[in-house]
C-alpha cells in the first residue's frame, strides 16, 4: 500500500519542484548580475551633493561587493564599516582615477605625571573589510606629532613576523622646548614625515614609548596619522591636538574580488567588472586586482552597460586640436583642410595655409621682409638685455656670491610674479616690501625692493650679503637670497606672518598683551641684538632698532629685521657712520659724535621697552615727549604707574614693572657708560618673563 501510494504521488509532485528550482536559478542569477555588472533600478544616484556610481552604490544590491555607501541623514556618505566600528565619512568618489577620499582618525596616546601612557588609541577603524581599498602610496604620506615620539604604521597581522604585523616604516621626533619647534617646519623637531609604500590596507600605528616627564607641559601626547601631502601643515598648536581630529586621506580602490590581474578577471565573463562597450580593463597600481577605464575617444562609467560613450572631440577646440574642418567619428576624430582653397602637412596641429595668388605671395613677401626687420631688431635688444643683466651681476658681486652655499641667487624671471603692486605690503624711504612664494614647496617670502643706495658702498655689498646669511638665530629674521640681475640687487626674507611690534601695539593689527608675552617679546628681542654685537665673528650694530623692526611669528615670536642699513664693523675697531634712521628712536650722543656703538642700540631698545609697556607711540615731538615725561616722572621720585599700560598695571607684579622701568632708565641714559650690555639686558628680561609665567 504504502509504495503504490509513492508510486502515484511522485509523478504529480516533480513538476513543481523543477518549476521552484528553476525559479530561484532565475532570481539569484538577477541578483548577481544587478550587485556586479549593474546599478539596479531605483538605487540612488546622490547622497547630498556627490554623485553615486556603480560600483559604488547605496542600499542592497546597488553596489558591487565591497563599495557599498552609507548616506547619513543630512546627506552626508560613509563608507559602509564593520560592526565594531562607526562609518568612515567620504568627500569624494572617482570612478576616472579609481580613488576615494575619505577622512581617518589619529592615532595618540598620552602620559601622565609618572610617565606612564594613561589613555591612547591606535586609530585603527574598519574600512576595509573586503579588500578593495589600499592607502594611495603617491598621495598621502605618514606624520608624526609630538615631542620623544617614535611611531610606525601596522598593516594586516602577520603571524610569521616578529611584532605580529607587517611594520611598513615610520620615524621620529624629539624637542626639548616648545620653541624649538616651528610652525610649517616638519624635519624631526616637534613633527617628522615618510613616504608609505604601496600595499598598505589598514589606518593603524603603534608608538615606542619614549620619556615624556620633562615635556608634559608642552607635549603631554604622542600623535600619528596618515594623510594627504598637501592637506596638512604643522602647526606647534599641534603639539596639544585634539585626539578626535579626522585627516584626509585619498585611498586607490580596485575590483579585488578574486581576481589578481585582468588576464585573471576576463576569464570569468559573469564577474568581469568592464562591462562596457569601448572599455579597456587596467592592472592596479597598489595592489593585487584591477580597474576599468573608459577606451581613448570614449568617457563614462566603465563598470555599467553603455556607460562609455564617444567624446566629441569637436566641440572640445582646448584639448583636441584642429585647424581644418573638423568631423567626430566614433572614438576619434577626422580633421582636413578645405579642398582646393588651402594646405597643410598636418592639420591636426598647423594651421591651414591658403593658396594664395602671385600678389597675396608679394604682400606676405613684404609683410614677412619687416617680421624678420623686426625679429633682428627683437634679438638685437635681447642680447643687449642679456650682457646688461651680466654687468649688473658682476658688478654686484655675482661671482663671489656664487661659491656661497648658504645663499640663493634668484634670476629676476623667478621674482617678476611676485614684484606686483597687488602684493606690496610695505612701502617706506628705502624702497618696497612685497609678499610672495617661491620655490617647489611654494615657502612664503618677503622680497625687499630698495629704492636707492649708498653708491660707495656698493662694492661691499657681497661681503655684506655673506655675513648676513651666516647670522642664524631664531629671533632674527632669515636672509634667503638675492637677485643681482638689476642694478640695485633685490633682497629676499623669509616672510613673518603676524606683521611688526609697531602693528600689534599701535596699527590696525592691534592685540591684547599680557605682562607675560611683552617680556617674552623684550626678552627675544634683545637675544638678537646681544648675539649680533657679541656673538658673532663680525660685530654686527643695527642702527635702527625701533618696533616697526621687530616682526612676530603666529605665537608672538619676535624676529630682528631690517639692519641691511647698517655697517658691519670690525671686532675693537670704531667708524663713524652714516645711518638713516629714525629720529625718535635715535642715539643723542650719536648726533654729537658722529660715532655709532653697541651703545646706540642699547639706547633705541630702551624707547622700544618703554613703549611696550605704556603701549603709548614715542614721538620726537617736543608736544608729546613721552621720553622726556616718563623721566622727569621717575627722576623727581614721582609714581610712573600713570605710564604704565591699564592692561598691565593691574597686574601683581608691581615689582617687575618697577624693575622694567628702571632698566628703561638705564638704557636711555645720556652717560653711555651708565648703559647696560645687552647680553645682560636680555639675562634680566628672560629672568622678570619666567617670575611673570609664574615659574
Same mark, same amino acid.
Request: proline share 4%.
Given at each position: 500500500m504504502?509504495?503504490?501510494s509513492? $508510486?502515484?504521488v511522485m509523478?504529480?509532485t516533480?513538476?513543481?519542484?523543477?518549476?521552484?528550482?528553476?525559479?530561484l536559478?532565475?532570481l539569484a542569477?538577477?541578483?548577481l548580475?544587478?550587485?556586479?555588472?549593474?546599478t539596479?533600478?531605483g538605487?540612488?544616484?546622490?547622497?547630498g551633493?556627490?554623485?553615486?556610481?556603480y560600483p559604488?552604490?547605496i542600499?542592497?544590491?546597488?553596489?558591487?561587493?565591497g563599495?557599498e555607501?552609507?548616506?547619513?541623514d543630512?546627506?552626508?556618505?560613509f563608507?559602509a564599516?564593520?560592526a565594531?566600528?562607526?562609518p568612515i565619512?567620504?568627500?569624494?568618489l572617482s570612478?576616472?582615477k579609481?580613488?576615494?577620499?575619505?577622512?581617518?582618525p589619529?592615532?595618540?596616546q598620552?602620559?601622565?605625571?609618572?610617565?606612564?601612557?594613561?589613555?591612547?588609541? %591606535?586609530?585603527?577603524v574598519?574600512?576595509?573589510?573586503h579588500?578593495?581599498?589600499?592607502?594611495?602610496?603617491?598621495?598621502?604620506?605618514l606624520?608624526?606629532?609630538g615631542?620623544?615620539t617614535?611611531?610606525?604604521t601596522? %598593516?594586516?597581522?602577520n603571524?610569521?613576523?616578529d611584532?605580529g604585523?607587517d611594520f611598513f616604516?615610520?620615524?621620529?621626533?624629539?624637542c626639548?622646548s616648545?620653541?624649538?619647534?616651528t610652525s610649517?617646519?616638519c624635519s624631526?623637531v616637534g613633527c617628522?614625515?615618510? /613616504?608609505?609604500p604601496?600595499?598598505l590596507?589598514?589606518?593603524s600605528?603603534v608608538f615606542?614609548n619614549l620619556?615624556h616627564?620633562s615635556k608634559?607641559?608642552?607635549?603631554?601626547?604622542d600623535?600619528a596619522?596618515l594623510?594627504?601631502k598637501?592637506?596638512?601643515s604643522?602647526?606647534?598648536?599641534?603639539?596639544?591636538?585634539n585626539?578626535?581630529?579626522k585627516m584626509p586621506?585619498?585611498?586607490d580602490w580596485?575590483?579585488?574580488?578574486g581576481s589578481?590581474s585582468?588576464?585573471h578577471?576576463?576569464?570569468?565573463?559573469?564577474?568581469?567588472?568592464c562591462?562596457?562597450?569601448?572599455?579597456?580593463?587596467l592592472d592596479?597600481?597598489?595592489?593585487?586586482?584591477?580597474?576599468?577605464?573608459c577606451?581613448?575617444?570614449y568617457?563614462?562609467?566603465?563598470y555599467?552597460?553603455n556607460?562609455?560613450t564617444?567624446?566629441?572631440e569637436?566641440?572640445?577646440?582646448?584639448k583636441?586640436t584642429?585647424?581644418?574642418?573638423?568631423?567626430?567619428?566614433?572614438?576619434?576624430y577626422d580633421c582636413?583642410c578645405p579642398?582646393?582653397r588651402?594646405?597643410?602637412a598636418?592639420?591636426y596641429?598647423e594651421?591651414?595655409?591658403?593658396?594664395?595668388?602671385?600678389a597675396?605671395?608679394i604682400?606676405?613677401?613684404?609683410?614677412?621682409?619687416?617680421?624678420i626687420i623686426?625679429?633682428?631688431?627683437f634679438?638685437t635688444l635681447?642680447?643687449? +638685455?642679456k650682457r646688461?643683466?651680466?654687468e649688473?651681476f658682476?658688478?654686484?658681486?655675482?661671482?663671489i656670491?656664487?661659491?656661497v652655499?648658504?645663499?640663493k641667487?634668484f634670476?629676476?624671471?623667478d621674482l617678476?610674479?611676485?614684484?606686483?603692486?597687488g602684493?606690496?605690503?610695505?612701502k617706506?624711504?628705502?624702497? +618696497?616690501?612685497y609678499?610672495g612664494h617661491i620655490?617647489e614647496?611654494?615657502?612664503?617670502?618677503?622680497?625687499k625692493?630698495p629704492?636707492?643706495?649708498n653708491?660707495?658702498?656698493? /662694492?661691499?655689498f657681497?661681503?655684506?650679503?655673506i655675513?648676513q646669511?651666516?647670522?642664524?638665530?631664531? %629671533?632674527?629674521?632669515?636672509l634667503?637670497?638675492?637677485?643681482?640681475?638689476?642694478d640695485?640687487?633685490?633682497?629676499?626674507y623669509?616672510f613673518i606672518?603676524k606683521?611688526?611690534?609697531?602693528?600689534?601695539?599701535?596699527?590696525s593689527?592691534r592685540?591684547?598683551? %599680557?605682562?607675560?608675552?611683552?617680556?617674552?617679546?623684550?626678552?627675544q628681542?634683545a637675544?638678537a641684538l646681544a648675539?649680533?654685537?657679541s656673538k658673532t665673528?663680525?660685530?654686527i650694530l643695527?642702527? $635702527?632698532?625701533?618696533?616697526?623692526?621687530?616682526?612676530?611669528?603666529?605665537?608672538?615670536?619676535?624676529?630682528?629685521s631690517?639692519f641691511?642699513?647698517?655697517?658691519l664693523?670690525?671686532?675693537?675697531n670704531e667708524h663713524?657712520m652714516?645711518v638713516?634712521?629714525d629720529?625718535?628712536?635715535?642715539?643723542p650722543?650719536?648726533f654729537?659724535?658722529?660715532?655709532?656703538?653697541?651703545?646706540?642700540d642699547v639706547?633705541?631698545f630702551g624707547?622700544v621697552?618703554?613703549?611696550?609697556?605704556?603701549?603709548?607711540?614715542?614721538?620726537?615731538?617736543d608736544?608729546?615727549?613721552?621720553?622726556?615725561n616718563f623721566l622727569?616722572a621717575y627722576?623727581?621720585?614721582?609714581?610712573?604707574?600713570?605710564f604704565?599700560?591699564e592692561?598691565?598695571a593691574a597686574?601683581n607684579h608691581?615689582e617687575?614693572?618697577?624693575?622694567?622701568?628702571g632698566m628703561?632708565?638705564?638704557?636711555?641714559s645720556? $652717560?653711555?657708560n651708565?648703559?647696560? +650690555?645687552m647680553t645682560?639686558?636680555?639675562e634680566?628680561?628672560?629672568?622678570m618673563a619666567?617670575k611673570?609665567r609664574?615659574?
Amino acid at each position: 500500500m504504502i509504495s503504490k501510494s509513492n $508510486d502515484e504521488v511522485m509523478p504529480s509532485t516533480t513538476p513543481l519542484i523543477v518549476v521552484v528550482v528553476l525559479l530561484l536559478i532565475t532570481l539569484a542569477s538577477g541578483a548577481l548580475v544587478a550587485g556586479q555588472n549593474s546599478t539596479a533600478g531605483g538605487c540612488p544616484t546622490k547622497c547630498g551633493a556627490m554623485d553615486i556610481r556603480y560600483p559604488f552604490g547605496i542600499g542592497d544590491g546597488c553596489s558591487r561587493r565591497g563599495f557599498e555607501i552609507v548616506c547619513e541623514d543630512g546627506g552626508v556618505p560613509f563608507l559602509a564599516a564593520g560592526a565594531d566600528t562607526k562609518p568612515i565619512q567620504v568627500t569624494g568618489l572617482s570612478i576616472e582615477k579609481a580613488e576615494a577620499r575619505v577622512m581617518l582618525p589619529i592615532a595618540w596616546q598620552c602620559f601622565n605625571s609618572s610617565d606612564v601612557v594613561y589613555s591612547s588609541s %591606535n586609530g585603527m577603524v574598519q574600512f576595509n573589510e573586503h579588500g578593495v581599498y589600499r592607502i594611495s602610496s603617491t598621495r598621502n604620506h605618514l606624520v608624526v606629532v609630538g615631542c620623544n615620539t617614535m611611531a610606525f604604521t601596522q %598593516n594586516q597581522p602577520n603571524a610569521g613576523d616578529d611584532y605580529g604585523y607587517d611594520f611598513f616604516t615610520g620615524c621620529t621626533c624629539y624637542c626639548s622646548s616648545r620653541f624649538h619647534a616651528t610652525s610649517g617646519d616638519c624635519s624631526g623637531v616637534g613633527c617628522c614625515q615618510v /613616504d608609505i609604500p604601496a600595499g598598505l590596507t589598514d589606518n593603524s600605528m603603534v608608538f615606542y614609548n619614549l620619556s615624556h616627564r620633562s615635556k608634559l607641559q608642552f607635549s603631554p601626547c604622542d600623535y600619528a596619522f596618515l594623510v594627504e601631502k598637501e592637506s596638512y601643515s604643522f602647526s606647534t598648536g599641534d603639539l596639544r591636538m585634539n585626539v578626535d581630529r579626522k585627516m584626509p586621506v585619498t585611498l586607490d580602490w580596485a575590483i579585488r574580488d578574486g581576481s589578481l590581474s585582468c588576464s585573471h578577471a576576463k576569464a570569468n565573463k559573469s564577474t568581469y567588472a568592464c562591462v562596457s562597450d569601448n572599455s579597456d580593463c587596467l592592472d592596479s597600481m597598489n595592489g593585487p586586482g584591477y580597474i576599468c577605464s573608459c577606451s581613448t575617444g570614449y568617457e563614462g562609467n566603465p563598470y555599467v552597460p553603455n556607460g562609455c560613450t564617444d567624446i566629441n572631440e569637436c566641440e572640445r577646440k582646448d584639448k583636441y586640436t584642429c585647424y581644418g574642418n573638423c568631423r567626430n567619428k566614433p572614438g576619434s576624430y577626422d580633421c582636413r583642410c578645405p579642398k582646393g582653397r588651402s594646405h597643410s602637412a598636418d592639420p591636426y596641429n598647423e594651421p591651414c595655409i591658403p593658396n594664395f595668388p602671385l600678389a597675396a605671395q608679394i604682400v606676405v613677401g613684404v609683410i614677412g621682409g619687416f617680421f624678420i626687420i623686426a625679429l633682428v631688431v627683437f634679438i638685437t635688444l635681447l642680447r643687449r +638685455e642679456k650682457r646688461k643683466t651680466k654687468e649688473f651681476f658682476e658688478k654686484n658681486g655675482g661671482p663671489i656670491l656664487e661659491k656661497v652655499n648658504n645663499i640663493k641667487l634668484f634670476k629676476k624671471d623667478d621674482l617678476k610674479p611676485i614684484l606686483k603692486s597687488g602684493n606690496i605690503i610695505g612701502k617706506g624711504g628705502f624702497g +618696497e616690501v612685497y609678499k610672495g612664494h617661491i620655490g617647489e614647496t611654494n615657502q612664503p617670502v618677503a622680497v625687499k625692493k630698495p629704492i636707492n643706495v649708498n653708491l660707495a658702498k656698493k /662694492d661691499q655689498f657681497a661681503n655684506e650679503v655673506i655675513i648676513q646669511s651666516r647670522v642664524i638665530h631664531k %629671533n632674527i629674521v632669515k636672509l634667503i637670497g638675492c637677485c643681482l640681475e638689476v642694478d640695485i640687487p633685490i633682497l629676499v626674507y623669509e616672510f613673518i606672518s603676524k606683521g611688526s611690534l609697531e602693528d600689534v601695539l599701535h596699527g590696525s593689527n592691534r592685540l591684547p598683551l %599680557n605682562l607675560a608675552q611683552r617680556l617674552h617679546i623684550a626678552a627675544q628681542s634683545a637675544e638678537a641684538l646681544a648675539y649680533m654685537h657679541s656673538k658673532t665673528s663680525t660685530t654686527i650694530l643695527h642702527g $635702527d632698532v625701533k618696533p616697526a623692526n621687530i616682526l612676530l611669528s603666529d605665537d608672538l615670536l619676535p624676529k630682528i629685521s631690517d639692519f641691511g642699513i647698517s655697517r658691519l664693523l670690525a671686532i675693537d675697531n670704531e667708524h663713524t657712520m652714516s645711518v638713516i634712521g629714525d629720529m625718535t628712536y635715535m642715539d643723542p650722543i650719536y648726533f654729537q659724535t658722529g660715532l655709532l656703538t653697541d651703545k646706540s642700540d642699547v639706547y633705541s631698545f630702551g624707547v622700544v621697552l618703554l613703549e611696550l609697556i605704556t603701549r603709548k607711540k614715542a614721538s620726537h615731538s617736543d608736544k608729546n615727549n613721552l621720553l622726556k615725561n616718563f623721566l622727569d616722572a621717575y627722576t623727581n621720585g614721582t609714581t610712573v604707574r600713570d605710564f604704565i599700560d591699564e592692561e598691565i598695571a593691574a597686574t601683581n607684579h608691581l615689582e617687575l614693572l618697577a624693575g622694567i622701568a628702571g632698566m628703561v632708565v638705564q638704557c636711555l641714559s645720556l $652717560d653711555v657708560n651708565q648703559r647696560p +650690555e645687552m647680553t645682560d639686558i636680555a639675562e634680566r628680561l628672560h629672568y622678570m618673563a619666567k617670575k611673570a609665567r609664574g615659574i
